[in-house]
Nanobody
Framework: QVQLVESGGGLVQAGGSLRLSCAAS????????MGWFRQAPGKEREFVAA????????YYADSVKGRFTISRDNAKNTVYLQMNSLKVEDTAVYSC?????????????????WGQGTQVTVSS
C-alpha cells in the first residue's frame, strides 16, 4: 500500500495561485498512476487532473484545463497540482489518489489509495 498526504491548500483571492503537494510513502511511488479530485460542500466528488506513471501523459477536467497543471517527481515521491487563475467555484477539498496501473484514469472508483484532502478556498 501507499500513504498519501496532501498539503499546500489555503485561502486565496480569485485570480491567485496555489500549488498543492501530495507526498507518498510506502511502496515505490513510481509504480502508481496519480490523480487529483475535489469535492465542494453539498456536491459530488469530481475529477480534476491525472497523470500516468511516467508523468508524460496527463488528463484534465474541462473546468480546469489551461489553468491547472499536474506533475510528479518520483525522486521525491510527490505529485503536484499547480493551480493558476483560481475562481470562486474552485473552492473545495482537494484529494490526491494513487492507482496501481500504468495508465491514469478520470474515474474516482478506479483509484486504490486516497489522501485526507486539503482545503482550497477562493474568495471574491
Amino acid at each position: 500500500q501507499v500513504q498519501l498526504v496532501e498539503s499546500g491548500g489555503g485561502l486565496v483571492q480569485a485570480g491567485g495561485s496555489l500549488r498543492l503537494s501530495c507526498a507518498a510513502s510506502g511502496r515505490t511511488f513510481s509504480r502508481y498512476a496519480m490523480g487529483w479530485f475535489r469535492q465542494a460542500p453539498g456536491k459530488e466528488r469530481e475529477f480534476v487532473a491525472a497523470l500516468s506513471r511516467s508523468g508524460g501523459i496527463t488528463y484534465y477536467a474541462d473546468s480546469v484545463k489551461g489553468r491547472f497543471t499536474i506533475s510528479r517527481d518520483n525522486a521525491k515521491n510527490t505529485v503536484y497540482l499547480q493551480m493558476n487563475s483560481l475562481k470562486v467555484e474552485d473552492t473545495a477539498v482537494y484529494s490526491c489518489a494513487a492507482r496501481e496501473s500504468i495508465t491514469a484514469n478520470t474515474r474516482s472508483r478506479e483509484y486504490d489509495y486516497w489522501g485526507q484532502g486539503t482545503q482550497v478556498t477562493v474568495s471574491s
